[in-house]
């Protein structure tokens, strides 16, 4: 019996028509879940005994912050940052997340543990969405190995547990790729438009994901085109293209309406270029020289854009607005990579190894170590080094299969080739996207489900070739994935994981949930072991304060401005000291300095005239 070219991949693949799943497919499936169900309940049960953990920080903070905002119509600030002033300027972040966020709390509270039982529940899907991709794309036995990499690789796990949007980018990309294998064996114009809408609401969560339109309507082009014809197979790409504008426009409008500006989707993409790209990056640690310079604080945060916008303002001595200032940010990271090129290509290669390295890197927690401190997440399986080594594997030899035009080894499942070169393409944009940028594990999550995939294709590869007669080409295979594994992992570039920073980490968690107390021996035993770290030295001042130890304060204090005199919040937290011991003329100094700094802050001015006030209330001399 003659084999169906499994190479025409723009042609209808009714040579790999794939039979109804049987009973013990989807007991497999129900099986799997279970599996992924477990330490996902465990580690929510983790979260749940110790506040600390679940609270947000940081980025999960200010997104908790912009849901729980528009899910209430409050948007009063919380305690000791700025007002982002979301409502009147154009987006400084990709929207999608907090709506997301948002819709979850209307349905249910607007209480954080919401958010994350929400993605929980979206990390199971994933685990199905992933078993239905890889058995459309290469057959039962890839979809169950990927489901259930899915299911027991700790970062799906640790990724419910922050308010965050890798599991939602999972979820959307993982459907925007089952609506166009769909799509694939019935191409429709509905399908079309679906999938381009889906990528314009991956866009409006991770920005990058707009770079994938291109590629996506000339793959749909050019699979179209053998069926349909020159003429509907354009169609069909431009109902793509529509999609994505129905889901993106809607967004620029209102940056334009409410902003007065032409913004995309972000006006935050020039800063994120600009944190990569300076004299002291180091690719992990989201730092900048301008950023601290400008805002007059090492402390600042999401929260702080506005006030970002409006300090180069008075620095350039004009307006600029949200787009001017992604734009300005860009030209000093340009300009920076074009005067040293050397170093540019050193970053980028840098940050394409820690991309495939073993180590997930962290700028918003130490990952590591907060696996390494979990009973859940430290006794899963993970490295993210081994799916690479493994999915480039299964990238190989579906290549060569390809290429070559034959058939699968005897006994492996059919391929989908036009869609494992989907998911190819896709993974290949979103690689090279980050790269001009920063690194962190958050961003190459979205590659691990075709990489699964990929290495589930590997191991049935490998599994028919050692059935058949050629057990030492599987032997060998099998060797050269161990190896890349073990090149990998023994030339990880990855930075060590900072147990001062977690200690920091868990201690500024505790001091924004009012926990003094419990955060003091936090910013102690960060200090220990970074005693140098301004951030550290402010925060354990700071907390020391709170306590009402002002005494004690002031040296932590005083190192800070030591170090940075251009930080603002460690001017005037000293000033706050000075004036509980009460020493004035200090507390005035402090205070003036920090004036100067940022001659806007109506707060520091008051208490400048609280400092000048003898016990009668009357004005010192």
């Not at 497919?25 to 005994?49: D, H, M, N």
């Not at 399908?191 to 991956?202: D, H, S």
């Not at 014809?229 to 409008?253: D, E, F, I, K, Y």
């Not at 980490?505 to 005693?531: I, M, S, V």
């Amino acid at each position: 019996m003659k084999t169906a070219n499994p190479t025409a991949w723009n042609q209808h693949p009714t040579g790999m028509a794939r039979p109804a799943a049987g009973r013990r497919q989807w007991l497999a499936l129900v099986l799997i879940l279970a599996l992924a169900a477990l330490p996902r309940g465990l580690y929510l049960a983790e979260l749940l005994r110790e506040p600390a953990l679940t609270w947000p920080i940081l980025d999960g903070d200010f997104h908790h912050y912009w849901a729980r905002s528009l899910a209430t119509g409050d948007w009063t600030p919380p305690a000791g940052v700025r007002d982002p002033l979301i409502p009147e300027h154009p987006f400084s972040k990709p929207p999608g997340y907090p709506y997301f966020l948002a819709l979850v709390y209307r349905l249910a509270t607007p209480h954080h543990v919401a958010g994350l039982v929400a993605q929980a529940l979206l990390s199971l899907l994933n685990v199905a969405l992933v078993w239905l991709l890889g058995r459309r794309l290469a057959g039962p036995a890839v979809g169950a190995l990927a489901a259930l990499g899915m299911a027991l690789w700790w970062p799906m796990t640790y990724f419910i547990g922050e308010l965050i949007d890798p599991t939602l980018v999972m979820t959307l990309s993982l459907a925007l790729l089952l609506t166009c294998a769909g799509w694939r064996r019935q191409p429709r114009l509905s399908l079309a438009i679906l999938a381009g809408v889906l990528l314009g609401v991956l866009a409006l969560v991770r920005t990058n994901f707009i770079l994938l339109a291109p590629p996506l309507a000339i793959w749909a082009l050019v699979v179209a085109r053998g069926r349909l014809g020159n003429r509907r197979a354009l169609a069909q790409a431009l109902a793509l293209a529509l999609g994505v504008t129905l889901a993106v426009a809607p967004v620029t409008l209102r940056n334009r309406v409410v902003g007065g500006e032409w913004v995309l989707i972000t006006a935050n993409g020039g800063l994120n270029l600009y944190i990569g790209n300076h004299e002291l990056s180091d690719q992990e640690a989201v730092q900048g020289p301008l950023i601290d310079e400008l805002l007059g604080s090492w402390s600042w945060s999401l929260y702080d854009f506005d006030a970002l916008v409006r300090g180069l303002e008075r620095r350039l001595g004009h307006p600029v607005g949200y787009a001017g200032c992604s734009r300005w940010f860009a030209s000093q990271a340009l300009d920076y990579m074009r005067h040293n090129p050397a170093q540019t290509l050193g970053r980028i290669g840098r940050r394409a190894w820690l991309m495939l390295g073993p180590v997930e890197v962290g700028n918003i927690k130490v990952i590591e170590l907060d696996r390494r401190h979990s009973a859940v997440l430290s006794r899963l399986p993970g490295d993210f080094s081994m799916i690479v080594a493994l999915g480039g594997l299964g990238i190989a030899l579906w290549l060569l299969e390809w290429r070559r035009r034959t058939p699968p080894p005897p006994r492996a499942p059919s391929t989908d080739h036009a869609m494992l070169a989907l998911a190819l393409i896709t993974m290949a944009v979103l690689f090279a996207s980050y790269l001009p940028f920063f690194m962190e594990s958050r961003f190459r999550a979205p590659l691990a489900p075709p990489l699964l995939i990929f290495g589930g294709l590997a191991l049935t590869r490998l599994w028919s070739l050692a059935r058949s007669r050629h057990r030492w080409w599987a032997a060998g295979l099998a060797a050269l994935a161990l190896a890349s594994w073990a090149l990998l992992r023994l030339t990880s570039l990855a930075h060590p994981p900072s147990e001062a920073s977690w200690h920091h980490l868990r201690g500024e968690t505790l001091y924004w949930q009012g926990r003094h107390e419990a955060a003091l021996p936090e910013y102690e035993a960060a200090f220990r072991l970074d005693p140098t770290q301004p951030l550290i030295q402010l925060g354990l001042g700071r907390n020391l304060y709170s306590l009402e130890r002002p005494v004690e304060t002031i040296p932590y204090l005083a190192l800070v401005v030591e170090q940075a005199p251009q930080d603002i919040e460690a001017h005037s937290w000293l000033g706050l000291a000075w004036l509980a011991i009460d020493r004035p003329r200090e507390a005035e100094a402090s205070l003036l300095r920090a004036l100067r700094l940022d001659p806007t802050r109506e707060d520091l001015r008051r208490l400048l005239e609280r400092t000048r006030q003898g016990p009668d209330g009357n004005t010192r001399p």
